[in-house]
């Protein structure tokens, strides 16, 4: 009986082992923000396999303060990159891509049609939190509207979501009249949701950089890997997706 | 004294395992961070509208469970109909639905494009984004938490008992609530713990269904989720809340319903 029990561990040990093993093929984890997702999906790495992780930046740079290694990191902005890179916890980080916000609306009976109805009575509106990326640059947007315009605006705001996921998500079950989310997000998310354009001088500064992450096991494959979305395959998927060069 | 066997000694290894890694979690939430930075990152507006928000909705919530779910469960439990086995399974199926499913489902039925959603929106009632919509996520997936066992409460009152009160004349509304009720009293309080304790740790569905806006629909596990990316401590500090009032609606309940531990 006990000999059974002993060989059925020895199996079990010996199977889990053999996982070990085959999994050590090189593999990239990649954390990244959210509105890269319909780029990087389609962005075929040659020299490993990669697996993605989408969240807000936010979330994912807290995720590697707690101790997360994910081999890199790529945020939709410049300041969380900078910051980890600041702490240690990852190398200088590269400008990827630019992008632009723009104001989103269903494409079938749109209630709003520019930044002035977003004060409108009975208009409903999701924006990002304010610690994730796409919720900052719409504070941004937002705080430069005239002061009665600007109030008006914030009391309409119903939901203050993660990431751009959750926005599109509100948007295109109707929960939301409009939202703030990059032109990339409103253009993969396009026979539903219509991107509005903004003046340009209310329009904040968007670009995406990207850092190996401090303590990688592979620095050159994930060094590779940066480069490659620079200039490279995943460069092409980046501007198919409407990515701008930063 | 006799040796314990073999697959005693497993047992047992497999018993430590098990409480290791279900407390190792937990206890971590209270040293990771000094206990008074813990209470210091309290003291935040957003974060006590979010406990006051969360205790609102799952106490509301638990209300609807109780006074819809008791008679529902009584019925499961004590007649014989077509259709029975079916509708068990369906107020089951909550407990194995992922939240996320549940909350385009919630959205898919009650927001506002929506089959019914569409019809409540021209009455002029909304769900989605309201903290009647958090009301709504919670009951849906904490119902099942206290049908089951009040359904298996009632199930296990003696018959007998049942059957003296109805031939000593008392209507079925009496048999429910003098003697169903009282002899179930264990598993109704265990069940209602379970689903409230459920209610306050709902995260996906309230998040697809009712969104986050801070003293509307941001309950406290949203608002630890908003947190995390800014600010850890806090996040520590409101999972460490939360956790604490779960641990008490427990030990509440297995306080003043003793038997229900000599029941199972």
Not at chain 2, 38 to 46: K, Q, R, T, V
Not at chain 2, 239 to 247: E, G, M, P, R
Request: charged share 20%; aromatic share 6%.
């Amino acid at each position: 009986m006990r000999a059974r029990a002993l060989m059925l561990a020895l199996t079990l040990s010996a199977g889990l082992s053999a996982c070990g093993e085959s999994s050590r093929e090189a593999v990239l984890d990649v954390s990244a923000a959210t509105s890269l997702k319909p780029a990087l999906d389609h962005a075929r790495f040659q020299h490993a396999r990669v697996r993605l992780s989408f969240a807000g930046s936010d979330v994912l740079a807290a995720q590697i303060r707690a101790g997360a290694r994910p081999d890199v990191y790529i945020a939709a902005n410049s300041e969380l990159p900078r910051a980890l890179a600041r702490e240690g916890l990852v190398q200088t980080p590269v400008p990827l891509a630019r992008n632009e916000l723009v104001l989103a609306v269903p494409r079938d009976g749109a209630r709003v049609a520019g930044l002035a109805d977003l004060g409108r009575d009975g208009v409903r509106i999701a924006i990002g939190a304010r610690s994730v990326p796409v919720g900052a640059y719409a504070d941004s947007v937002i705080d430069q509207l005239d002061a009665g315009l600007r109030r008006r605006v914030l009391a309409n705001v119903r939901s203050r979501e993660p990431d751009v996921a959750g926005i599109i998500g509100k948007l295109a079950h109707g929960a939301v009249d409009a939202g703030f989310v990059y032109r990339t997000d409103a253009r993969a998310a396009s026979p539903r949701i219509r991107a509005i354009s903004f003046a340009a001088r209310l329009q904040p500064r968007v670009v995406y950089e990207a850092a190996v992450v401090t303590g990688t096991d592979q620095p050159r494959a994930a060094r590779a890997y940066v480069g490659d979305l620079v200039r490279g395959r995943g460069a092409q998927a980046l501007r198919a997706s409407g990515f701008r060069p930063p | 004294m006799t040796r314990p066997s073999a697959f005693t000694l497993v047992s047992m290894a497999a018993l430590m395992l098990t409480l290791t890694f279900l407390a190792l979690p937990i206890v971590a939430i209270f040293t990771d961070v000094a206990p008074r930075d813990l209470i210091a990152s309290l003291d935040d507006p957003a974060a006590l509208d979010a406990l006051r928000l969360s205790l609102l909705t799952s106490g509301l919530a638990l209300s609807i469970i109780v006074l819809v779910g008791t008679p529902a469960a009584w019925l499961l439990a004590t007649r014989r109909f077509r259709g029975r086995a079916l509708a068990t399974t369906l107020v089951e199926l909550p407990l194995v639905v992922p939240p996320a499913a549940a909350g385009i489902g919630l959205l898919a039925a009650f927001g506002p494009l929506g089959v019914v959603g569409s019809q409540l929106d021209a009455a002029g009632i909304r769900l989605v984004l309201e903290t009647a919509g958090v009301v709504a996520a919670l009951t849906f997936v904490a119902s099942p938490f206290y049908l089951r066992q009040a359904q298996a409460g009632f199930a296990a009152v003696d018959p007998r008992l049942l059957d003296a009160s109805r031939t000593l004349g008392a209507s079925e509304l009496m048999t429910f609530l003098r003697v169903g009720v009282p002899a179930s009293r264990a598993a109704l309080s265990a069940g209602a713990a379970l689903a409230w304790g459920r209610a306050l740790g709902e995260f996906g569905a309230t998040l697809l269904f009712a969104g986050s806006l801070r003293g509307v629909t941001q309950t406290a596990p949203l608002a630890i989720y908003e947190r995390f990316g800014t600010d850890f401590t806090g996040a520590l500090a409101l999972s460490a809340v939360l956790v604490l009032l779960a641990a008490t609606i427990l030990v509440a309940v297995r306080l003043a319903t003793p038997e229900a531990d000599a029941e199972r």
